[in-house]
């Protein structure tokens, strides 16, 4: 179900929980909202659609993936980006790596790891944040 989206900075602020198996209805509507929002989104976390739990999905292309308990292992290649985010206005400067791996549960709940670079891996980054209650 596509659900609104939560602008309100001190929700925002706030660190989310581990996701569970039992989240995963929570994974479907996260990813049926950003395809809604495909336009001008290109990744949410769950606390965007009002649940604190570290939930992301993003587009890595034309795919969705949705990853339950991300976190990023390793990280190279510093450089200064500038974002904006569809929960608050604006943009703003923020530092970010070109490559990451991040640690994750799939949508079986397996056990994951992979590499991203790129565009891919600032996206992932930008969530991960938000799952840390970390604002951009």
């Known amino acids: 179900m596509i659900?609104?989206?939560?602008?309100?900075p001190m929700f925002l602020a706030q660190k989310s929980a581990d996701a569970a198996p039992e989240d995963?209805?929570?994974?479907?509507?996260?990813?049926?909202?950003?395809?809604?929002?495909k336009a001008e989104c290109v990744g949410m976390a769950a606390n965007m659609i009002g649940?604190?739990?570290?939930?992301i999905a993003f587009y890595d292309g034309e795919n969705c993936t949705v990853m339950?308990?991300?976190?990023?292992?390793?990280?190279?290649?510093?450089?200064e980006a500038e974002e904006g985010c569809l929960s608050l206005s604006g943009i703003r400067k923020t530092k970010r790596y070109n490559f990451i791996t991040v640690s994750y549960r799939d949508k079986n709940f397996k056990k994951q790891s992979k590499k991203y670079f790129g565009w891919t891996a600032q996206i992932i980054q930008h969530e991960i944040d938000h799952c840390n209650g970390i604002l951009i």
């Open 3 to 8: 659900k609104p989206i939560v602008h309100d």
């Open 24 to 37: 995963i209805q929570t994974a479907a509507d996260l990813a049926e909202t950003l395809a809604a929002n």
């Open 51 to 55: 649940i604190r739990k570290r939930i």
């Open 68 to 79: 339950f308990n991300p976190e990023i292992t390793e990280k190279s290649g510093e450089y």
